[in-house]
Every structure is written in structure tokens, then in C-alpha cells.
């Protein structure tokens, strides 16, 4: 069965210092990956997906992750982070349950990222 | 970019009242939806996958006869939770996708539901 971990339930840090927030997953399939933002009293937001090619794949908004296989992580970065990214973040890949044909999400446990000035 | 509606964002209400959280998407047609329920400081789960004309396949542990799940068009969802009680005060969230599995969900807002 496939499971995420997110190892880090909180990360503090600094306006403008670089942040990364850690993803590890475990699947036997082909493997697509996302990242969702949470703000809070909201839902989520796709922030950026890895489906093939390009392993590096970046968000609009500054943010990148790179998919690595050999050590089955997808972390997410940036290298200077806002106030207004101070959020809950959700690293899933989608469940093989049912055979894949459903598709839902497994979630990790969520990062909360919190720049202060 | 892909839109979808979660109405309403709140409901706060008696024990023993049913409640009935619409899912909209509003500018694709969402082949398949999911229904999320979000604790405190966690995760979200998965508590049933509705595909449109078909009943809705639920996770282990979810009851069908107390979350009723209806997916009538390409563009709603319905969640009710009938004789709501203090513990089914939650965050729920849905979501929508078109076409295959390997594309994105896109989330509503959440409904906040505080049952008294």
C-alpha cells in the first residue's frame, strides 16, 4: 500500500530565508506526485504536480520540487519565502486502492509553514 | 484554471438536524468527486469517491446510511449528514476531477460544520 511522510509537522523560519519541507513516499506503481496548500479555514490548492519528464517541476509562485526516485522523495523548496506563504502544506500521491481506477489521494500529515518578519 | 464551489462554508446547528453540503464544479465536468473529512491538526481522509450516475464507493469505516452521497450531474455533489450529532462536527472538503487518475483533484473551500 502506498503511504506518505512528511516528517516535519512544523517549520518556522525567517521572511526571505529558504525553506524546504520534506516528502517521502512509498508506492509500487508509477508514481505521480502533488503538492497542496492549505490556508487556513480554506480548502486545498494544487501548488505544483509531477506526473513524468522533468523531475524539477516549479510552481507560479517561486516554489519547486524535484522528484527522486532512487531515494522516493519529492521535496518541495523555495529559496526565499513570504509571509503570505505561511500555510499548511500536503504532500499526496494517488492511491492504487481499488485497483487505481479511482484515483483519490493519499495524503501526507501536512507541514505547516509559518515566516515570520 | 479549474473551479470548484463548496456551498456552504459553515453550518453550525442542532443535534439530530440533517445537513446537506453541495459540491459544484464550475467550469469543467468533474467526472469523478471525492469527499473529504479534515480533524483538527490532521490529515485529511477520504471518507467516499462518487462517480456521476453510479453510487458512491465508500472508505472502511465510513457509514453509508449517516453520509448519503449523491452525484446526479457531471457538475454536483452532495454530501448529507442525516441526524447529525457533536460528533460529527468536522471540517469537510470535496473535490472534483476530469478525466483520468493521474490528473489533479481540485478542492472547494471546506464546509465547517459544529454540530451543538
Known amino acids: 500500500a502506498q503511504s506518505v511522510t512528511q516528517l516535519d509537522s512544523q517549520v518556522p523560519v525567517f521572511e526571505e530565508a529558504p525553506v524546504e519541507l520534506r516528502c517521502n513516499y512509498s508506492s509500487s506503481v508509477s508514481v505521480y506526485l502533488f503538492w497542496y496548500v492549505q490556508y487556513p479555514n480554506q480548502g486545498l490548492q494544487l501548488l505544483l504536480k509531477?506526473?513524468?519528464?522533468?523531475?524539477l517541476v516549479k510552481s507560479i509562485n517561486g516554489f519547486e520540487a524535484e522528484f527522486n526516485k532512487s531515494q522516493t522523495s519529492f521535496h518541495l523548496r523555495k529559496p526565499s519565502v513570504h509571509i503570505s506563504d505561511t500555510a499548511e502544506y500536503f504532500c499526496a500521491v494517488p492511491s492504487t486502492h481499488y485497483g487505481g481506477s479511482q484515483g483519490n489521494l493519499i495524503f501526507g500529515k501536512g507541514t505547516k509553514l509559518s515566516v515570520k518578519p | 484554471g479549474a473551479v470548484v464551489s463548496q456551498h456552504p462554508s459553515r453550518v453550525i446547528c442542532k443535534s439530530g438536524t440533517s445537513v446537506k453540503i453541495e459540491c459544484r464544479s464550475l467550469?469543467?465536468?468533474?467526472?469523478?468527486m471525492f469527499w473529504y473529512r479534515q480533524f483538527p491538526k490532521q490529515s485529511l481522509m477520504l471518507m467516499a469517491t462518487?462517480?456521476?450516475?453510479?453510487?458512491?464507493?465508500?472508505e472502511q469505516g465510513v457509514e453509508k446510511d449517516k453520509f448519503l452521497i449523491n452525484h446526479a450531474s457531471l457538475t454536483l455533489s452532495t454530501l448529507t449528514v442525516t441526524s447529525a450529532h457533536p460528533e460529527d462536527s468536522s471540517f469537510y472538503i470535496c473535490?472534483?476531477?476530469?478525466?483520468?487518475?493521474?490528473?489533479?483533484?481540485?478542492f472547494g473551500d471546506g464546509t465547517r460544520l459544529s454540530i451543538l
Open positions: 467550469d469543467f465536468q468533474a467526472t469523478t
Open positions: 473535490s472534483a476531477r476530469r478525466g483520468q487518475v493521474n490528473q489533479p483533484q481540485h
Open positions: 462518487s462517480n456521476e450516475g453510479s453510487k458512491a464507493t465508500y
Open positions: 509531477y506526473l513524468s519528464g522533468s523531475t
